[in-house]
Structures are given as C-alpha cells and as structure tokens.
C-alpha cells in the first residue's frame, strides 16, 4: 500500500532563515505530488504541484519554492523565512484517482 | 478557479444527535467533490467522495454526503454522531475532470464539536 511521509513534524526557526521540508511517497511510481498550506481559519491554499521530476509548477507567487529531485520526493523550501510563512503544511499525492492523499503535515513556526 | 463555501465555521451538537454540514461550490461544468476530516495536528482523512453515477454518497465512520446539481451543494450528514467525531472538516471541489491531476479547491472548513 502506499504510504506519505513528511518530516520534520515540528519546525521553529526565526525570521530570515533557511527552510528545508522534505516530503516522500511510497508505494507508488510517478505521483503527482502537491504541496499545501493551511493557515488557521484560511482552510487550505495550493503552493506547488508536480507531475514529474524537475517538473513544478506554481500557483501562488511567494517566498517559498518547490523540487522534485526524485519521482516520490518533494522538497519545498525558502532562502529567508518571513513571520507569515507560519503554517501547517501539507504535501499530497495523487496518481490514477482523482482524491488526493495527504501526508501527517509538518507545523512551522517562524519566530 | 473554482470557489467552495463551507456555511458554518463551527456546528457545535451533542452526542447521538444528528448533524448537517453544508458545503456550496461555483462551478458551470462537472465537478469531482470530496469531504475531508482533520484531526488536531493531523493530515487530512478522506471521508467519502462524489465521481459520478448515485447522487447519495456513502463514506467512512457513518457519514454520507447528497449531490445536488441545481443547487451547486454536497452538505455532509451523519443520524447520530459520537464525541469521537470532534474534528474540523473541509468540502474540497476538483473541476479538472479528464485528468488526475486534479487541484483540489478547499472550503475554509467547519468545526464539529460533539458535546457529552
């Protein structure tokens, strides 16, 4: 079966940081991979998708960006963390279906 | 894009009563929707899910969910929940029909709480 993997499950690192979020996919050749962001009472916001290596596309123009060094890895990351870069963020995954299947989320804190 | 209103950001009720959630979506063309549940500090559960074919939706823990075309709605129910049911729920719309790589639309989602 297949399973999502994201780590770290808690981050809090101060303004003007790194950020380095690493998802994984298991079970699975050639997903489409997405990452979200829910922020409280925002529901949640489409960042990036992915429907192959190096291939990524974006939705919404931010401080964050996206790879995908590896068909079942995808990485979001950003050069300088702001203090709204807050979140819960979700990565997922998708193949023959059309539901998507989410990964146990990583909550950042920027302090 | 595709835009979902979830009606209540919290529907608070006691155990072994009934409840409804309601979600709405805009859309001219066919639609695939989904109800999902997230649990504190978890990712997000699929609940049950629309595709095509009977309009009443049967999902995970009980729930079911009613397709209503004319009136752009897939309100989420359940007779009689249980405090285990305590979670926030999120009505999300993919239009991409013909093709997988379906961007799901969220709502803001709504806050079940059951009472004891």
């Known amino acids: 079966s297949q399973t999502i993997h994201q780590w770290p499950a808690t981050l809090v690192q101060p303004v003007g940081s790194p950020l380095s979020l690493e998802c994984t996919v298991e079970?699975?050749?050639?997903?489409?991979l997405y990452w979200y962001r829910q922020a409280a009472g925002r529901g949640l916001q489409l960042l990036f998708y992915s429907v192959g290596i190096g291939q990524i596309s974006s939705e919404v123009p931010q401080n964050l960006s996206a790879s995908r060094p590896q068909d079942r890895q995808f990485i979001l990351s950003s050069k300088k963390l702001l203090l709204s870069d807050s979140g819960f963020y979700l990565c997922?995954?998708?193949?023959?279906?059309?539901?998507?299947?989410f990964g146990p989320g990583t909550r950042l804190t920027v302090t | 894009a595709q835009s979902v209103t979830q009606l209540d950001s919290q529907v608070p009720v006691f155990e072994e009563a009934p409840v409804e959630l309601r979600c709405n979506y805009s859309s001219s063309v066919s639609v695939y929707l989904f109800w999902y549940v997230q649990y504190p500090n978890q990712g997000l559960q699929l609940l049950l899910k629309y595709l095509s074919g009977s309009t009443l939706v049967k999902g995970i823990n009980g729930f079911e969910a009613e397709f209503n075309k004319s009136q752009t709605s897939f309100h989420l129910r359940k007779p009689s929940v249980h405090i285990s049911d305590t979670a926030e729920y999120f009505c999300a719309v993919n239009s991409d029909r013909g093709s997988t790589l379906g961007r799901l639309y969220f709502g803001r989602g709504t806050q079940l709480t059951v009472w004891p």
């Open positions: 079970g699975t050749s050639n997903p489409n």
């Open positions: 997922a995954w998708n193949s023959a279906t059309y539901e998507q299947y």
